[in-house]
């Protein structure tokens, strides 16, 4: 485990960016956002690491909408941040403990559970932003500094644990007790000091008016974890074991909300906040109407929402598609609506209907991610895989793809016949995760495939010469192990 996590840091230490201007290559340019993403400091590295390995044990959420949700709602908390150079990723994981962390390198995740569990989307707001101002304020990173970097050693240990959970080891008890239930193992590793918790609530107070929230939002979600607290007989819920909450801590925060009441200006919640509160519990098999406050419109709309997804799940989709068609004649600006009456159609067999809802969606919301993806995969079951190839590479040279996007596309290319380019996803896909073999592998077929004498295979072969020349560098530098010795020279 240490040492893939070495191998792929020394990768991203020598990774330059191919010398291929002006090709006019048609293909997304997923090589220079492999290099932005695998260009940084070794906290970014530790970050990204951290995040690939959860990925792998399938404890990140991976739903298009809510990571779309997460992610809008991340920048627009950043953006009031006025962070500067830093880049933010939130991703969503799958645990039902109320909890959010922040990782080195800007990486921010939230468990499934924070997000059902709060009443508004300000408490929800309230807990990134004091994650974002961790960040901003370089908590981790005098941490950092303080320590001369993270020990490797205690971070192959998390690593570790993280592998040991998804080979499938004492199932449950492995993923909560050493990574999730703790408050993830690496925050225990930063211990952010009292100082530095009232400064991240002071900033992300702060943040959270400047982004449109209400501050008040904080208060009520420390309210809230006191409450949960004393129900749970003193059993100290996730957030706290991870961010102690003291009396005057809430005080403090409280006094702080009351002096700017009278600076604050309107509060704008979004709408999907409750349509993606009840997406996850549809998702998880909670009934909506467990949620607490899932529903906060006049028109039930979120209700309706819940109830037409549910028909869905449970392989009901011609009696959601009227459901989902009547929210979308009510308010069209719901992309939620859109996406959900095109999924169901699609799954009733009626799919030009559903790629011209589709369509009409993406002339609404031009570079959205879920609805590229779900106009891609209606294409693709209408036997037009070459029109989906061509809404992916039109989508992600918009958009920066995530790993099992460009896993997605790979498949899209395969079906359309592109067999060097779905290769080249493929060599991409394994670069983002970390998997260097698998990457010049890729490279090599894509190689092999590609018409000779083509921009392609000249953006290939770079390629393939720069992932296999990095590779043996870290080879020739990477400790053996004392079984790896090799056998002494016969005289």
């Given at each position: 485990m240490l040492r893939r996590l070495l191998l792929s840091i020394a990768l991203i230490s020598c990774l330059v960016p191919p010398a291929l201007g002006g090709t006019g290559l048609a293909l997304p340019d997923l090589g220079s956002?492999?290099?932005?993403?695998?260009?940084?400091?070794?906290?970014?590295?530790?970050?990204?690491?951290?995040?690939?390995?959860?990925?792998?044990?399938?404890?990140?959420?991976?739903?298009?909408?809510?990571?779309?949700?997460?992610?809008?709602?991340?920048?627009?908390?950043?953006?009031?941040?006025?962070?500067?150079?830093?880049?933010?990723?939130?991703?969503?994981?799958?645990?039902?403990?109320?909890?959010?962390?922040?990782?080195?390198?800007?990486?921010?995740?939230?468990?499934?559970?924070?997000?059902?569990?709060?009443?508004?989307?300000?408490?929800?707001?309230?807990?990134?932003?004091?994650?974002?101002?961790?960040?901003?304020?370089?908590?981790?990173?005098?941490?950092?500094?303080?320590?001369?970097g993270m020990n490797l050693k205690s971070l192959a240990v998390l690593l570790g644990a993280i592998a040991l959970a998804a080979s499938g080891a004492s199932g449950d008890n492995v993923t909560g007790a050493m990574m999730l239930g703790q408050g993830f193992a690496l925050q225990q590793q930063i211990n952010f000091t009292r100082a530095q918790e009232y400064e991240a609530d002071r900033v992300g107070i702060e943040i959270l008016a400047d982004a449109g929230f209400d501050p008040v939002g904080m208060v009520n979600f420390f309210e809230i974890m006191q409450r949960i607290q004393r129900l749970q007989n003193s059993r100290m819920p996730e957030f706290l074991s991870t961010h102690p909450l003291s009396l005057s801590r809430v005080s403090e925060a409280s006094q702080r909300v009351q002096q700017m009441s009278g600076e604050r200006g309107a509060v704008r919640e979004s709408r999907s906040y409750p349509l993606m509160k009840a997406r996850l519990g549809i998702l998880g098999g909670t009934n909506p109407l467990l949620l607490g406050n899932a529903d906060e419109s006049k028109d039930g709309r979120t209700l309706r929402y819940a109830r037409a997804l549910d028909l869905a799940q449970g392989g009901n989709a011609d009696k959601a598609v009227p459901i989902f068609r009547t929210l979308l004649e009510e308010d069209e600006s719901v992309m939620h609506y859109h996406l959900g009456l095109g999924k169901t159609l699609l799954e009733t067999g009626a799919r030009d209907e559903s790629i011209a809802v589709f369509e009409n969606a993406s002339r609404i919301f031009p570079g959205n991610v879920p609805v590229g993806l779900a106009h891609a995969e209606a294409l693709r079951r209408s036997d037009q895989a070459g029109g989906a190839l061509d809404v992916l590479r039109d989508l992600f040279n918009r958009r920066e793809p995530k790993p099992e996007n460009i896993r997605f596309m790979a498949q899209i290319a395969a079906e359309a016949g592109e067999g060097a380019e779905s290769h080249y996803y493929m060599s991409e896909y394994y670069l983002r995760t970390g998997d260097l073999n698998s990457a010049r592998e890729q490279l090599q077929l894509a190689l092999d495939k590609a018409p000779p004498s083509t921009n392609e295979q000249l953006q290939y072969q770079a390629r393939l010469e720069e992932v296999s020349r990095v590779l043996l560098e870290v080879r020739a530098n990477e400790p053996r192990e004392r079984n790896d010795e090799p056998p002494p020279r016969r005289r």
């Open positions: 956002g492999s290099i932005r993403m695998l260009a940084g400091t070794q906290e970014e590295h530790i970050g990204r690491s951290i995040l690939n390995e959860l990925r792998r044990a399938n404890l990140v959420l991976e739903d298009p909408e809510i990571n779309e949700y997460i992610q809008d709602l991340g920048k627009r908390l950043v953006a009031a941040a006025h962070n500067g150079p830093v880049e933010f990723t939130f991703f969503v994981v799958r645990d039902d403990a109320i909890n959010a962390f922040a990782l080195p390198g800007g990486y921010i995740g939230v468990h499934s559970g924070l997000i059902t569990r709060t009443q508004t989307e300000s408490e929800l707001a309230s807990v990134l932003a004091h994650e974002v101002a961790h960040i901003t304020q370089r908590h981790i990173s005098r941490r950092f500094e303080a320590s001369s």
